[in-house]
């Protein structure tokens, strides 16, 4: 493998030779690897807010994930438009037009985003963790990781061997889970992962992928690698340590991620009546009067209105006017600490549009994510998700696809046994996980020529 420090360089220090390819860029190549792989096809059916055997409008973890990649494309046309055309960056204005990402590298971080994530939200993530609590632990957003560099298929021994930049973008926690897990877990024999307290998973990457973490950080200075993995909360005996930092990249997929969170979820909300007109009048009441009409979202019993009208042409234009005021709200900010532009430029929402994303937010875990018959639900599936690796922990190489066989085989100890059954249980579907749960436990489901 090449030793080579460029943002554009992949693990393998390969690049693949397509016949007449060269109109698609690094970046581009990128994207395409993410669509076309199989993690990406699978949060079809992966659990977003509400489950996926839940109706058929609201949004999935894929759906999420492409609004996420289109307002992640608005975000930065505005920055363009907004900031660097009319020089409203004074002396960085170049340096932002060199290091903004491209429309095609900011699709692939975005697209890529959750790939990583359990079946059955963020109960899945919480049963992984407790399955794993004595071998390393499991997080949704260090599971992406790990398959992106190591486990999809396209390039043997490096996932998708994705460009640098890429992985860096989509590295919002660049900690390890051994740095920031709590000191002494207080979990017993008889806690169970349905105690979200002691089972919810730290952000972070996975150990394992430590290797990885190291060669995309290679090309910062020594004092900037420090810093961009020091904390900001340290781990207690009671509370997981927080990370600090993270890249420009990241910043632009992380407010395009609660945009599409806050806005098109509490959409979803409203339609399936979880959410009434009182609810919106009281997250909009500490707006800020003067940038709402700045963003034309005045006059605000008009924008209520029209989001429950019975009119669903007017709902859509009103929650694509929402997501377009909190686009052109992202302001340019630098951390000054750092030297490599990557990561002293930053971005961030306007105070007045942050205050309002995070009352949609708050709305949305109140009103829906909160609710018993969610939680029912998020429990149902913690359940399943553990007692499922329990049975395919005690003996793998009886249950797994020969895929998975060849990997346990070559593992070389328990711990690295068990994070290759995370890896298969954590790469189901809803509905595979349901199908593979109902063939173990339940009687008269499933039959011998039955595929899984």
């Known amino acids: 493998m090449k030793k080579s420090r460029g943002w554009k360089d992949r693990r393998s220090g390969s ?9 698609r860029d690094t970046y581009g190549r990128d994207r395409a690897r993410v669509i076309h792989s199989a993690g990406f096809r699978r949060l079809q ?10 109706g058929d409008f609201h949004r999935t973890r894929l759906t999420h994930s492409m609004e996420a990649a289109q307002i992640g494309r608005g975000i930065i046309r505005a920055v363009e438009e907004n900031w660097i055309k009319k020089n409203r960056l004074v002396d960085k204005r170049e340096e932002w037009s060199d290091w903004l990402p491209t429309l095609n590298l900011m699709e692939a971080i975005a697209l890529a985003h959750d790939i990583g994530h359990p079946p059955f939200g963020h109960g899945g993530e919480i049963a992984l963790n407790y399955a794993m609590r004595k071998h390393g632990g499991f997080e949704g957003n260090g599971q992406t990781l790990r398959l992106l560099s190591k486990l999809e298929a396209h390039t043997e021994g490096y ?19 051994e740095r920031v897990v709590r000191k002494q877990s207080k979990t017993s024999k008889k806690d169970t992962a349905s105690s979200q307290k002691l089972s919810k998973p730290p952000k972070c990457i996975l150990g394992s992928e430590s290797d990885v973490l190291n060669w995309i950080l290679a090309p910062l200075t020594a004092k900037d690698r420090k810093r961009f993995g020091s904390l900001s909360v340290e781990p207690t005996k009671d509370k997981h340590g927080k990370s600090k930092y993270h890249s420009l990249d990241t910043a632009i997929m992380e407010l395009a991620d609660d945009i599409a969170y806050g806005v098109h979820d509490m959409e979803d909300a409203i339609a399936l009546h979880l959410v009434s007109k009182d609810d919106l009048f009281q997250a909009f009441e500490d707006v800020d009067e003067e940038w709402a009409k700045s963003v034309r979202l005045d006059p605000i019993e008009g924008v209520v209105e029209r989001l429950f009208s019975q009119s669903g042409s007017k709902r859509k234009g009103t929650i694509g006017a929402l997501v377009n005021a909190f686009i052109v709200s992202v302001t340019p900010t630098e ?13 961030e929402l306007s105070k007045p549009a942050m205050t309002l994303l995070t009352a949609f937010k708050d709305l949305i875990t109140a009103r829906v994510i909160k609710t018993p018959q969610v939680q029912t639900l998020e429990y149902r599936g913690q359940q399943l998700v553990l007692r499922m690796f329990e049975a395919l922990a ?12 060849g990997m346990l085989e070559s593992a070389g100890d328990e711990k690295g046994r068990m994070r290759i059954v995370c890896d298969y249980v954590s790469g189901m579907t809803d509905e595979y996980a349901t199908r593979m749960y109902e063939r173990l436990f339940v009687p008269r489901q499933g039959h011998v020529f039955d595929r899984l």
Do not use: C, N
């Open 15 to 23: 690049e693949a030779d397509r016949a007449h390819s060269a109109w």
């Open 45 to 54: 059916a992966k659990t977003q807010v509400l489950g996926i055997g839940e």
């Open 159 to 177: 996932g998708l061997d994705l460009t640098r930049r890429s992985l860096l973008g989509i590295l919002k926690y660049p900690v390890t889970y």
């Open 335 to 347: 951390q000054r600490m750092f030297v490599h532009p990557l990561l002293r430029l930053q971005v």
């Open 394 to 405: 005690h003996d793998p190489s009886r249950f797994m696809k020969e895929t998975f066989r």
